[in-house]
Nanobody, 126 residues
């Protein structure tokens, strides 16, 4: 069983930066993809970014490409989402997630994810 714990959310002004962390515990993560999703009020949860633990291959939603960066620290079993140039539209609860899969990076946002964190609030003020 995989357990995920997010941290790093908060309040930031437009144009600011935040880094979210997701600490994972459980089995060896060699075959896993680790990701981030978000859900804004009255909107459906959406894919943000994901990274394959084994080789570092990534995929991003178009709305965050060039502003957000996902990364891993395998020694700490932790993955991160560095968010820059934040906009009010980025305000949401951010969830980290994990799934054991071998799909191509282009498919990361389209598959069913098995494990989820509790979520952390990110608020961007205008």
């Amino acid at each position: 069983q995989v357990q995920l714990v997010e941290s790093g959310g908060g309040l930031v002004q437009t144009g600011g930066s935040l880094r979210l962390s997701c600490a994972a515990s459980g089995p060896a993560f060699f075959s896993y993809v680790m990701g981030w999703f978000r859900q804004a009020p009255e909107k459906e949860r959406e894919f943000v970014a994901a990274i394959r633990w084994r080789d570092g291959s990534t995929n991003y939603a178009d709305s965050v490409k060039a502003r957000f960066t996902i990364s891993t620290d395998t020694a700490k079993n932790t993955h991160y989402l560095q968010m820059s140039s934040l906009e009010p539209e980025d305000t949401a609860v951010y969830y980290c997630a994990a799934v054991s899969t071998m799909v191509r990076p282009s498919e990361f946002g389209k598959i069913i994810w098995d494990f989820w964190g509790q979520g952390t609030q990110v608020t961007v003020s205008s």
